[in-house]
Structures are given as C-alpha cells and as structure tokens.
C-alpha cells in the first residue's frame, strides 16, 4: 500500500508539473485538470474545471461522437488521436488535438485526455493559404511574362498567361523544362509600352524577384523599350 502512494504521489507530481494540458474525466465528468489545462481554458484554477462535464467546452457538432469515443476509451481501449475544437469559457475557440488512454481513477474507469494546442499552427497555416492564394492570383493576372523555377534544378513548376501570350509557349510544353532551355528571343521582338514611363523599346531580360518557403524562386521577363 505505501509503494501504491509512491507512486500515485509521483503519477501525480508528473501530471501536475506537465506542460501540456492532461484532463481525467469519467462518464464525460471531469475529475481532475492539472494547472495547465486550466490555464488552456483561460480559467483561474483546476478547481472550477472539476465536476463540470468536458461538453461544456466542446462544440454541439462534436458531442455524440465525442460521448461514443469516451464510452470506447473508459472500457479499456485507446483511440488514435483527434483534432477538434474547444470552446473557452470567454467563447473563444482553439483548435486542438486530444489524445485519450484508459486508466482507473480513485477506483472508477476513466479516461485520460492529453490535449495539445494547435491553434497557432492553425492560423499560420491558413496565413499561408491565403497569402499562396493571393500570389496565384496576382501571378496569373500580371501583364508581364512570369514563371516560377524550382531554386535547385532550376525546372520550371508553373507560367502565367501572360508567358503563354507573349512566347506563344504553352504551359503544359514549358512546365518541367528548364528556362535556360526555352528560346525567349521572342521577348525582344514585340513592342510593349511600360505603364508610367510612355517609353517604348525591345529589351528581354530575366530578373529573380520572389522566393518563398516552399523553394521555389519567381522570374520575370519583362519588355522595354528606351530610346
């Protein structure tokens, strides 16, 4: 029986001083929260979390699947993890993945839940797929030839509509070649008035001017004329 309070005393230490928030909970009854899943929540203390149902903070859409994946988890089998949303008592909303084992709580079957926040990731994720979605439109909508090349073998991934006008090369013939490959001369031999400038001339050239997180580097062949 001491050896059982030894090691309740340092299951307990070990949860208390996790930093990922860890949530027991029976019947979808919370028993036990340690600090951080409290401090997840935006509440001031462990205490408020124990005996109020974890169905307070999970959206209407998720509670009978949340309910069938608890009764699974508290007959003695763990579950793969899960990515949901938890609601803060302020109505805030995280995205979170929870990751649930069984165990026996002060002698009743329950389930322990590990939650981690994803919810930074989240919003840079959809940061990302915007600001991607935006470059795609600006790309295809710009009045200069542009192609994206690969930085390490220099292949080129995509071209604009502007490109297939101006070369007369279309997409699906250019896309894996290599832009040192392509005659471009064309460029040089049709007049082009650069917007601003009221100047007109026949000059191609290849200017790296973009690069972004996925490797890839943004060219334009641009047309001038100077007099």
Same mark, same amino acid.
């Given at each position: ?17 996790? %930093?990922? @928030? ?7 009854? $919370?028993?036990?929260?340690? %600090? ?7 509440l ?10 974890? &169905? !307070?903070? *999970?959206? %209407?859409?998720? /509670? ?16 793969? %993890? ?6 803060? @008592? !302020? ?17 009743? @079957?329950?389930? =322990? ?14 940061? $990302? ?10 790309? =295809?909508? *710009?009045p ?13 991934? !995509?071209?604009? !509509?502007?490109f ?23 460029l040089?031999?049709? @007049? ?9 001339? &026949?000059?191609? /050239?290849?200017?790296?001017? &973009? ?7 943004e060219?334009?062949?641009?047309? &001038? /004329?100077?007099?």
């Amino acid at each position: 029986e001491e050896d059982l309070r030894e090691s309740e005393k340092r299951w307990r230490m070990l949860v208390e001083l996790n %930093p990922d @928030p860890i949530v027991i909970s029976s019947g979808g009854r $919370i028993l036990y929260s340690n %600090p951080a899943g409290a401090s997840l929540l935006g509440l001031a203390s462990s205490e408020e979390l124990v005996g109020r149902s974890l &169905f !307070d903070f *999970a959206p %209407p859409e998720v /509670h009978d699947t949340g309910r069938d994946r608890l009764q699974v988890i508290e007959g003695g089998r763990s579950t793969t %993890p899960v990515e949901t949303r938890l609601i803060r @008592p !302020d109505g805030s909303v995280l995205d979170v993945e929870t990751f649930s084992t069984p165990l026996v709580y002060e002698g009743q @079957p329950a389930a =322990q839940t590990v939650i981690r926040n994803l919810t930074g990731r989240k919003r840079t994720e959809e940061a $990302i797929r915007r600001s991607e979605e935006r470059f795609a439109k600006a790309f =295809q909508a *710009a009045p200069v030839a542009m192609i994206i090349t690969r930085l390490g073998s220099g292949r080129i991934v !995509d071209a604009n !509509d502007s490109f297939e006008r101006m070369t007369g090369f279309a997409r699906a013939d250019v896309i894996g070649r290599k832009a040192s490959d392509i005659d471009l001369s064309v460029l040089a031999s049709v @007049p082009t008035l650069v917007p601003g400038e009221g100047l007109w001339g &026949f000059q191609g /050239h290849l200017v790296e001017v &973009f690069v972004n997180t996925r490797g890839y580097y943004e060219s334009t062949f641009e047309r &001038f /004329h100077a007099d």
